[in-house]
């Protein structure tokens, strides 16, 4: 989602590198996913599924095209 819209930002972090990471996330297997802190799932999913999950999370800024914020509003 994030290469296709400049709305979604992406962070990849390798857990042995940075254990702060893997422990404030709780991380214990990879990948693992987590939406503004508010929201996570576990291995890999389907694109279908993991877009059912975004809209699941923020359905306001699915719906109305609107970018979700770090405090999980919307806004454009």
């Known amino acids: ?3 296709e819209s400049e709305n979604v930002t992406a962070d990849v972090i390798e857990s042995n590198e940075f254990p702060q990471y893997s ?3 709780a991380v214990q297997a990879v990948p693992k996913t987590v939406l503004n802190d508010r929201f ?7 694109e279908a599924r ?3 999950e975004v809209a699941r999370v ?3 800024a699915i719906e109305s095209d ?3 914020r ?3 509003s919307a806004g454009a």
């Open 1 to 3: 989602m994030a290469m």
């Open 23 to 25: 422990a404030r996330y």
């Open 40 to 46: 996570e799932f576990l291995g890999a999913v389907p």
């Open 50 to 52: 993991f877009l059912q």
């Open 58 to 60: 923020f359905p306001r």
């Open 66 to 68: 609107e970018t979700p």
């Open 70 to 72: 770090d405090d999980g």
